[in-house]
């Protein structure tokens, strides 16, 4: 028997403006999903926020994209919308850009991590939970954790990993994707992966050792809101599944990778670059302009599709300084105020609200 583990999310509700999520969308989602599992439809789940998006972490055993599995993630984010609604949240049912559900939520508005896999005798699989910007954050924690031997000492040390994984990168803007082998092609991957708006890490595999190649070792939700909606309708908020220890990155290396509060698009508006946060849920309140953007790392071990209560990773002192350092560079990006490098570049903009104020002086312009 294979496990699939499923990472739904959308916002369908911010408490209050776009910083949290109201405690009874999370007890409507758990009740749907209680009954889920009680039909046998869900192994097993757990609901979660990270600022403002609800979050639906289910496992079962029908395989990625599944038709029911998807209907049940519309239908609770659907009720949720309508608690949302007479509680008067904000933006209730933002993320939902679809009328009626088709068979598939991929491209109707939520963001989706998938993963079908063998369960190893120890299963230790981290759920990434961000808040505030865009899939392509993912792109330095994960080549990090898979492919920089200076944060993952078993690149070196451990015959298993020594020979590198394989990287699926997709590319966003025009809907394709390429497999490329690390090490040997690293440089080709970082002149792709380093333009992150573009070019998204969606998957990574083993290449060899006691891993199925076929497998993931970790899958990075892809979807951009505005390629959907057309316009700006909230920033994308990816998540992320990844499996450690055993043939893969131990956890503290899958950790570590997030160490570095490095800089990602989002934050307020989704119109500026700021340091993504690593945090424990508690935490995951979206308050400093809307920010500064947030991951959650939730830990589950997982047998026979059974997950443990999840250990809330970055809920920890060890991270106390990269949140210092976060804050740090928040307010550095914060006193360039309207000013580039802090507001997003104006090819960026496209699809922010920027243009509708540009449209307003367009007859104003004059030829020089």
């Not at 090490?183 to 573009?198: F, T």
Request: proline fraction near 7%.
């Amino acid at each position: 028997m294979k496990t699939t583990f499923s990472v739904i999310k959308a916002d369908v509700g911010g408490f209050p403006g776009h910083s949290s999520v109201h405690p009874q969308l999370i007890e409507v989602a758990r009740q749907r999903l209680s009954q889920a599992r009680d039909s046998d439809l869900l192994l097993d789940f757990h609901v979660s926020h990270c600022g403002d998006d609800l979050e639906l972490l289910m496992t079962h055993t029908r395989g990625e994209n599944d038709e029911e599995i998807h209907c049940l993630a519309w239908d609770t984010f659907q009720e949720a919308t309508e608690r949302a609604k007479k509680l008067g949240l904000y933006g209730a049912g933002q993320d939902l850009l679809k009328d009626a559900f088709s068979g598939n939520i991929r491209g109707m508005g939520p963001g989706i991590a998938e993963m079908e896999f063998t369960e190893r005798a120890s299963e230790p699989l981290v759920a990434f939970l961000m808040d505030k910007t865009e899939p392509g954050a993912f792109n330095l924690p994960i080549f990090k954790m898979f492919a920089d031997p200076f944060t993952t000492a078993g690149l070196i040390i451990d015959p298993f990993l020594h020979g590198g994984f394989r990287f699926e990168i997709w590319d966003i803007v025009e809907h394709r994707r390429v497999f490329m082998n690390l090490p040997e092609e690293m440089y080709d991957a970082l002149a792709l992966i380093g333009a992150k708006s573009r070019f998204v890490i969606k998957r990574v595999y083993p290449k060899e050792g006691k891993l199925p190649t076929d497998e993931p070792a970790a899958v990075v939700s892809t979807e951009k809101l505005y390629h959907i909606a057309g316009e700006y309708v909230g920033k994308d908020d990816p998540v992320a599944a990844v499996r450690a220890q055993s043939g893969l990155p131990a956890l503290g290396e899958v950790l570590e990778g997030f160490a570095f509060p490095h800089l990602v698009s989002g934050w307020m508006r989704g119109s500026h670059n700021g340091p993504l946060m690593p945090v424990g849920v508690r935490q995951a309140r979206c308050t400093r302009f809307d920010g500064p953007p947030r991951v959650v790392a939730l830990g589950f071990q997982v047998k026979n599709g059974r997950m443990t209560e999840p250990a809330d990773l970055f809920d920890d002192p060890a991270f106390d300084y990269s949140r210092q350092k976060a804050m740090e560079v928040t307010d550095y990006m914060r006193r360039h105020g309207p000013f580039e490098p802090h507001r997003l570049p104006m090819d960026d903009m496209e699809y922010t609200t920027l243009p509708k104020v540009m449209a307003r002086l367009e007859d104003r312009f004059e030829q020089m």
